[in-house]
């Protein structure tokens, strides 16, 4: 073998192993994108609760109405169509589905929006009670009819995790298979013409939705994130802005006090010079996880920069205080790899004072005068709340 020889089929060989690497890049990183799409978690009460959203929770009820009375309306039509139900049986069943078609529909019209039970109650009724309907349809008519599953699909996008939309697939392409082997083998249709049917129904069945839920999973999770602090997965500053609202609108609701404390690391740029930013950083989430923990749910807790976090609470103003008390006795652990204390400052409006009839807007100046407690705090020594009220 010549030199050039030698050092063409070397170029062949790298160029191979180029492409298999090529390949199975491709491979792993369509396996690994279909991993994530999979197991990303679904926020259900975001989707309902988020204030971006909630005046919207009449026309989410509407379009729920509206797509089960499609159902409703093509059962009815198909009961006069001689390719629809045949025989007592199958008539008498469609006819009850239209009567349940009809129930549901009046439910969530006037109804809440559901809750997470309620959305996954809401599309297997649509799955199963379209393909009980459509077994009672001649085959060609139950294949065509097989479409209305885009609008399951269509909804799933939105409102079901992507564990539920692989199981709505799998439902409906599984169906819409079988009706169309069915009318191949009693009408003699042509096996080509049968395909190109198929193909066709698939793709609006499967095809849309899938790419669909993808990208609205991916917009969904980037404007969850965009509310939480990437380090510790509280809320940020904007994320606090929109829970603000919501724990004012309790407390004003249920009578109660609203506490705002600002929390901040003592000495911690020492802890960053001596141990690093690394252990800075669990010392961090340490923290974000205790104040989770004391906060539960009569609040919230944000970190809205560096070493400084914010605490929202309602409640009476007994149990606010023990709280926040309870929120520095747990910052501090000696049995931590970098033991550390906070200054705390806290802003307590009380349930009858006059200031709540400003609003909201009042918990500007609960921010302001909780950050001059915290630096009081401070010039203490730390380790300590300084408490005002308003």
Not at 28 to 40: I, V
Not at 215 to 236: E, F, K, Q, Y
């Amino acid at each position: 073998m010549t030199t050039l020889e030698a050092k063409v089929n070397a170029r062949e060989t790298l160029g191979a192993r180029r492409s298999g690497r090529h390949r199975r890049s491709w491979l792993s990183q369509g396996s690994a994108a279909f991993s994530d799409w999979f197991h990303a978690p679904h926020d259900y009460s975001w989707i309902v609760q988020h204030r971006s959203v909630r005046h919207l929770h009449p026309v989410i009820r509407g379009v729920f109405c509206a797509a089960t009375l499609i159902y409703a309306l093509t059962s009815a039509i198909m009961m006069f169509s001689p390719r629809g139900p045949q025989g007592l049986e199958a008539r008498a069943w469609v006819c009850f589905m239209l009567v349940v078609q009809l129930g549901v529909a009046y439910v969530l019209l006037t109804c809440p929006v559901p809750n997470k039970l309620g959305f996954v109650a809401f599309g297997i009724f649509g799955d199963v009670g379209l393909a009980s309907v459509l077994v009672c349809y001649d085959a060609t008519a139950a294949t065509m009819g097989s479409a209305l599953f885009v609008v399951t699909g269509a909804y799933c996008i939105f409102f079901l995790s992507p564990r539920w939309m692989v199981a709505h697939l799998l439902f409906a392409c599984g169906f819409v298979v079988f009706s169309a082997w069915r009318g191949w083998s009693t009408s003699g249709e042509h096996p080509a013409t049968t395909l190109a049917v198929l193909t066709v129904i698939l793709t609006a069945v499967a095809g849309v939705p899938v790419f669909a839920h993808i990208a609205w999973t991916a917009i969904g999770g980037d404007a969850r994130r965009s509310a939480r602090d990437p380090l510790t997965g509280l809320l940020n500053r904007r994320g606090l802005d929109s829970a603000v609202l919501d724990l004012w609108d309790a407390a004003v609701v249920r009578s109660e006090s609203i506490a705002v404390a600002m929390v901040d690391v003592d000495k911690f740029k020492a802890v960053n010079d001596i141990h690093g930013h690394d252990a800075g950083d669990r010392v961090l989430i340490n923290i974000a996880r205790r104040l989770e923990g004391v906060v539960g749910s009569c609040g919230v807790a944000a970190r809205t920069g560096g070493e400084e976090f914010v605490v929202v609470m309602t409640g009476e103003r007994t149990a606010v205080e023990f709280r926040m008390v309870q929120a520095l006795s747990v910052v501090h652990d000696e049995s931590d790899e970098v033991p550390i204390t906070a200054s705390f400052g806290v802003t307590v409006l009380e349930s009858d004072s006059v200031l709540r009839s400003a609003g909201h807007s009042i918990v500007g100046r609960m921010l302001r005068s909780s950050d001059a407690m915290m630096y009081r705090s401070k010039a203490a020594g730390g380790n300590r709340i300084s408490v005002a009220s308003l």
